[in-house]
């Protein structure tokens, strides 16, 4: 029941929801510090750097390293 309120007043659901959270706060990382992927990775949640590698290039279409090297260059 809890899933279907969610996704009724959101759209999405709840693991989908804090996916996108944790995709933008890497975002943020990524543009705000030199930090590596793994350590992107692990602030937001993720053991797994390839795993979280998948998810970001399937939110934003780019790898977090293209992600950064975009922002760097339109800075």
Same mark, same amino acid.
């Given at each position: 029941?809890?899933?279907?309120? &969610? ?9 989908? =929801? ?19 992927? +793994? +350590? ?5 949640? =993720? +053991?797994?750097?390839? =795993? &979280?590698?998948?998810? &970001? ?19």
């Amino acid at each position: 029941r809890y899933r279907e309120v &969610f996704r009724s007043i959101t759209g999405v659901s709840p693991v989908e =929801y804090v996916t996108r959270l944790r995709i933008e706060r890497a975002k943020d990382i990524l543009t705000q510090n030199n930090s590596s992927v +793994a +350590a992107v990775a692990e602030s937001v949640g =993720y +053991a797994n750097r390839n =795993y &979280f590698q998948r998810l &970001f290039r399937k939110y934003t279409g780019k790898t977090p390293g293209e992600y950064r090297n975009d922002f760097l260059k339109r800075k």
